[in-house]
């Protein structure tokens, strides 16, 4: 039920690094890495070369594009819960060979004295046209 709720959230399609980690049922912790097809305030669509099980708890961080020039823009962390894992469909830009979708709940990095921005908004921002 939750992945379709997931379905209906606005998703925008953002092409940016993500570090992520879970623990296996044996409490055995894997990480790896891989990159966003698309991010909702939600939720994400990852691609990647090992998928977590559906149903694991994950965290994450993302490193979101910069608005602006070249370079890295905010960072944004995550906890959640795999809810489905895919083939990829592979194209010359993208080499992952499998997604995954998790329902997350993401917070900002906020730098010392400064109130982070709303995660729609920013997102909307750094969509990749």
Sequence with gaps: MADLYLRHANRYEVAAPVSYWWSSKRGLVHSSTGETRNISDCGVLVGVGECPPVGAAIQMT????????????????????????????????????????????????????????????????????
């Design 62 to 129: 993302i490193q979101l594009p910069r608005l602006r020039g070249n370079g890295l823009g905010m960072k944004l962390h995550g906890e959640g819960k795999v809810v489905r894992v895919d083939d990829a469909e592979t194209t010359a830009e993208s080499r992952s060979k499998k997604v995954f979708a998790a329902s997350v709940h993401f917070y900002f990095e906020r730098s010392e004295g400064v109130e982070g921005p709303d995660l729609k908004s920013e997102l909307m921002k750094t969509v990749v046209h």
